[in-house]
């Protein structure tokens, strides 16, 4: 199994994102699948969850309205789309695999994204 | 918004036995909150421990196990190594939302 998040990097306040996670080694649309995020130096944060068949999501309050979850299953791909980042936003942001109809067990090594004008 | 806490750090000798809890602001934390653990060390992504209060992942040594104690999770580590140094952290499930606590610095010394 390997998870492998891209799109990170260095944007200015306002701007937006969109951060990808590709999958391998195992059947990507039999499992949901997650983002969480950790600001520097702090804890983990949730973020949201999708379904395997892109039914069902769900947000954290805290980026409900400015982030987007979505997945290409085709493509074994997961996104995460960011709009209007703040300096807030600064964090590591990981995907991982399952946490709803099978355990989280498998983690990206996360994309660091870096909002400062 | 429900607040989930744990120990901000907590210190052990090599093979001592030390006790890491983690609770919510809701109530007490029980089976059906799910509670999970995970391991992280400096740069390197978490990895998941202990779900569903006690079952480990097939890579978990033994000398972690999970369980409910005085109505918060807890996660017991019998036998402190070197390499167990890290921060942990715990997940509690509130429905269909998830929240995670500030996390635990471990040292073993």
């Known amino acids: 199994v390997q998870l492998v998040e891209s799109g990170g990097g260095l944007v200015k306040p306002g701007e937006s994102l969109t951060l990808s996670c590709a999958a391998s080694?195992?059947?990507?649309?039999?499992?949901?699948m997650n983002w969480i995020r950790q600001a520097p130096g702090k804890g983990l944060e949730w973020i949201s969850y999708i379904s395997s068949d892109l039914r069902t999501t769900y947000y954290a309050d805290s980026v409900k309205g400015r982030f987007s979850i979505s997945r290409d299953n085709s493509r074994a791909s997961l996104f995460l789309r960011i709009n209007s980042l703040t300096v807030d936003d600064t964090a590591v942001y990981y995907c991982a695999r399952g946490g709803v109809t099978s355990p989280f067990d498998f983690w990206g090594q996360g994309a660091l994204v870096t909002v400062s004008s | 918004q429900a607040v989930v806490t744990q120990e901000p750090s907590v210190t052990v000798s090599p093979g001592g036995t030390v006790t890491l809890t983690c609770g919510s602001s809701t109530g007490p934390v029980t089976s059906n909150h799910y509670p999970y653990w995970f391991q992280q060390k400096p740069g390197q992504a978490p990895r998941t421990l202990i779900y569903d209060t006690n079952k480990r992942q097939s890579w978990t040594p033994a000398r972690f196990s999970g369980s409910l104690l005085g109505g918060k999770a807890a996660l017991t580590l019998s036998g402190a190594q070197p390499e167990d140094e890290a921060e942990y952290h715990c997940?509690?499930?509130?429905?269909?939302?998830?929240?995670f606590g500030g996390g635990t610095r471990l040292t073993v010394l």
């Open positions: 080694g195992f059947v990507f649309y039999d499992y949901y």
């Open positions: 997940l509690v499930s509130y429905g269909s939302s998830r929240m």
